[in-house]
């Protein structure tokens, strides 16, 4: 009799045994899978990124982000940025900001829970950002010895600064800032205006305009004027 309550007593905790690892199997979690949404249309240096879980328990998610890199698949080594976990909902969105311009990365969205993190498909693009153009425009008004300049400047995304070169000839040699502002930024196209001073009667000056970003310079075509007599 003794032996048949051992042998019951074992039997019973291999069952029990197995029983419990059976259910912690059950209980354990899968790598979540996701979907990376977007990105939006970036400007020179923020994109808009959005994710969304696709598989099942993401109430045992324990966190949610993205990761960037230069590199094509980006991991939560790389740059990244939590999110805040709602797990009432499969999907989420944030703003990736203080990137470089005119540079490409690869995006895509992670979840991470008990099992590991999870990563949604690589997605490339491209922030904004070019050498600005600059165009020249006529004199406006001009007298014995003032001249008012003017130009047209597309800054391509960044801050750009304006200025107008005049002189004599076309070496120029001296430069007049535009009176209203002196930098522009955007896409659109940018008119700026200055009013050159201290100028010799009769004499006819050369000048341009100027345009300088962080990518490049560009310069509007000569032009000339002549003041009164």
């Not at 047209?152 to 070496?171: H, I, K, P, R």
């Amino acid at each position: 009799m003794k032996n048949v309550n051992r042998f019951s007593s074992i039997l019973l905790l291999i069952c029990f045994s197995v029983f419990s690892r059976s259910c912690i199997i059950l209980d354990k979690p899968e790598i979540p899978t996701l979907i990376t949404l977007g990105p939006s249309e970036p400007s020179a240096t923020a994109v808009w990124i959005g994710g969304q879980i696709t598989s099942d328990d993401i109430d045992l998610v324990t966190n949610t982000g993205v990761c960037w890199s230069k590199n094509d698949m980006p991991t939560i080594n790389d740059e990244h940025l939590d999110v805040p976990v709602d797990n009432t909902r499969r999907s989420f969105t944030t703003t990736i900001d203080g990137l470089q311009y005119a540079t490409t990365y690869y995006v895509r969205v992670f979840a991470t829970n008990k099992a590991g993190t999870g990563y949604g498909e690589s997605i490339s693009f491209t922030t904004k950002g070019e050498a600005p153009d600059a165009i020249t425009g006529n004199t406006e008004t001009y007298s014995r010895t003032q001249a008012s300049v003017f130009g047209w400047v597309y800054a391509n995304y960044l801050t750009t600064d304006v200025s107008f070169e005049y002189g004599t000839d076309s070496s120029y040699g001296k430069i007049a800032i535009p009176f209203l502002s002196s930098q522009v930024a955007g896409h659109a196209k940018n008119k700026v205006f200055a009013t050159i001073l201290d100028l010799v009667p009769g004499t006819q000056y050369h000048f341009r305009i100027k345009a300088q970003n962080v990518l490049g310079v560009s310069y509007g075509s000569d032009r000339t004027f002549t003041t009164l007599p």
